[in-house]
């Protein structure tokens, strides 16, 4: 904070976010357009990192790679690694062997897999040549592991110091390898001779304590361990119920192997929230920079597959083609049974798909929710199929069409509660993703009730 | 880790995560109805706060304040602050008022306000009389920021240290007053005389550094400034992204004023994605542990609203009843319009809605996610409505009628595609929420529209 905060109000009058950004913007247009590399690094060197990748990402894709281009092997590595993937992928392309080797060299592990993995096969090989043989072989462990994993969240540096060791010993071998240090670290492990795990020291508890006090008495339990073969939305959820900074990865043996922080945390936490928003709506993957085809493509199958379930609806529809052609009425009132059931069922999903994903469902607690939304679904569906009778009433002035309204909409309400809670239990327990295919299969079995009770109850009883 | 984990895993043999939560649950019921406390405290310290207050929250609501009543001031309060608001609630009505003011006398000021806030008016008023009187105007102090703030997210708990000191008086420091330091933290602030903040050392760059080194050298800028009255999603932002662990909050004169850690963000951030998938699914709040009657009261608002779009639906298809009666076809297929409609509205929603969460829609890249969406929309469009006209064609073997379904649902799904981002972008400008109201607008337009383009055109060209 270098700046006086109220010159700067003074200097910058009234200017929105969206203009701020706008001429920074054209600040580093202008520079990439110069050519002149100092220019665009000195624009770039004047934001935080974040900030930088957010500018670049606004500009044209083509600029990107002009500015890799322009940069080359000055291109800032905190940059890139804030980028997003499709356009550090663009950067990456763009940049020379050697600054790339160089780069990863630098970084931690986890991040040194980020950008292995935006290569080419063959290229990939070339830049692991070029380090030496433990450092690659470390890598390529790290690149095994399943992308989801723990293993891959992780992070090979971390400090590790002996139970026998006091506040003071570890603090003195920081200082002397303060280099060698992870670059951003939130305790200190104790391991015994053999590497294996015995607890854990936050650094705030390092200076809370004696330089006499030894480790192995002032180190907490490490209660919820993490193999590198967990799923990392398992170890959100350890990290949010724990609420941890960081953990410990032990592998099968025992052995201390790496360590996950909280910023991947909240990254895989906003991935899987998203993921789960998407693919409720029926949207396979989206980024606001995506282009029209690929936003096409994201798009495309769940649409596909409505084509289909919108015609097994319109098929159930024609059964009843007389008894709409005698009694118009039905053709008017039927999506009004359709749309509300639909609408309570994408309640109870979301609502489900939710307490699953925040782990809130199991054992007892499953039962007691699977009796709670068919109670609910009974007492909406009452209110409602009394309301829309009564309008239908009204409207209509038929006290046959007003009932079977009602008990159309009641079992359709019925349905859609109580299988907006069971299909995603369902696809939990099969080892589906509860989000994905839950509200096709809601939907289209809430339209094919719908319309089945309401236009088969007036055939049977309107006719 | 003071247990063998293979000895453990000879012990419990295939027991599925259900079933030893069964066991632990039995455990602690069986303690509950012993009557004595001891027994009780024994179960629940046997699991880390987050687990007993698992454990507790799956039992009955009666259950629940058995144990408070009976525990009386030995309810554990770090179990306590882990429990969900309305089993805390449970627990903080059922303690004695002495007990309750001590544990809030232990806590840091962002727990203590969470704890008070629990309680009446009246309660409230007495326990705050307990404190002395800064703390207590500290407190109330916390209390009247607003409750989706950065000044009821922070703590007044931190550690900071002017610019002169170095790096072994900070940690001489932390030692002899070790009592007095927040239960957690991740850095020092360095202030100047003022108590206006000047950067930030992390306890990491402390480990790594020379006891001689000023802690003016070593600092970090501050550089995204949280202001008391931030609101918290701003807070939440902030802190995904620059990789915050803690960030310092400072108020109007620059003064520093407390402190807000990542724990509490993770909570905000699961927060803000809830509110979201609900508010588009038309759900108001939700929890799995709710009763049938408050279950009833998140859902039924959406679904009165529904029934009065879904009439408005009947309304526009009542001016075509004539058309229908003489083409039963169009009753057919009319679902098939608003369906496909509706969900690529709902597709975009999710999509637009999830970019603003995450702000990437800002300035020009607005601009371009409302073209890219259009297009989107124009090809969805093309693509299924000739997808839908040729199985129309083959149904009902009426080119007229094919052409009609396929002009309504290109229209239909423009109009989806492009208020799919038009309506949360205008609400967000607007100041409102974009998630809340979005799908209802929504929905209820490309209803009218399907119907309306669909009917309409039928009775111009088919009758």
Chains 1, 2 share one sequence.
Not at 136 to 148: G, K, P, T
């Amino acid at each position: 904070m270098d700046r006086d905060p109220e010159s700067e109000l003074a200097a910058e009058p009234e200017l929105t976010e969206d203009e701020i950004e706008a001429e920074q913007v054209a600040e580093l247009e202008d520079a990439i357009d110069s050519g002149r590399p100092q220019e665009v690094l000195d624009v770039l060197e004047q934001h935080h990192p974040a900030d930088a990748a957010d500018l670049l990402e606004i500009l044209p894709r083509s600029a990107i790679t002009e500015t890799a281009e322009l940069l080359g092997d000055r291109f800032p590595t905190p940059v890139l690694l804030e980028m997003r993937d499709e356009y550090r992928e663009l950067v990456v392309e763009s940049l020379p062997d050697e600054h790339l080797a160089e780069a990863i060299h630098n970084l931690d592990s986890d991040d040194a897999a980020l950008l292995l993995d935006d290569l080419e096969d063959d290229r990939q090989a070339v830049i692991l040549e070029s380090f030496k043989k433990g450092e690659r072989e470390e890598l390529e462990r790290v690149m095994a592991f399943d992308e989801e994993s723990a293993g891959r969240l992780m992070q090979r540096e971390f400090v590790a110091a002996p139970e026998f060791w006091t506040v003071g010993e570890a603090v003195d071998h920081a200082r002397e390898h303060a280099e060698a240090l992870p670059d951003v670290f939130f305790e200190i492990y104790v391991i015994d001779p053999a590497f294996r795990l015995l607890g854990a020291v936050s650094l705030h508890t390092i200076l809370r304590n004696q330089r006499s006090a030894p480790l192995g008495e002032i180190m907490q339990p490490v209660r919820a361990e993490i193999s590198p073969d967990m799923d990392q939305e398992d170890v959100a959820y350890i990290f949010q119920k724990y609420d941890l900074t960081s953990a410990p990865v032990v592998d099968e043996s025992g052995r201390l192997t790496g360590m996950v922080t909280i910023d991947d945390v909240v990254d895989v936490i906003q991935e899987e929230n998203r993921e789960d928003l998407f693919a409720l709506s029926g949207v396979s993957s989206a980024d606001a920079f995506d282009t029209v085809l690929s936003t096409f493509r994201s798009r495309a199958p769940w649409l596909a597959v409505n084509v289909l379930t919108a015609f097994v609806a319109s098929i159930v529809i024609s059964f009843f083609a007389q008894t709409i052609d005698q009694i118009v009425a039905l053709a008017i009132l039927m999506p009004v049974v359709v749309a509300l059931g639909g609408n309570a069922g994408s309640q109870t999903l979301a609502v489900s798909v939710r307490a699953l994903a925040e782990r809130e469902l199991s054992g007892s607690t499953t039962r007691r929710a699977i009796f709670r939304e068919g109670m609910s679904a009974l007492l909406n569906g009452l209110v409602f199929s009394i309301a829309v009778s009564l309008i239908a009433y009204f409207w209509f002035r038929d006290v046959k069409l007003s009932v079977v309204i009602a008990i159309a909409m009641l079992a359709t309400f019925l349905w859609a509660g109580l299988s907006g809670i069971i299909i995603p239990l369902t696809l939990k327990r099969l080892g589906a993703d509860p989000a994905v295919a839950s509200s096709v299969f809601l939907l289209t079995t809430v339209d094919i009730i719908g319309f089945l009770s309401f236009l088969g109850l007036a055939t049977v009883f309107l006719l």
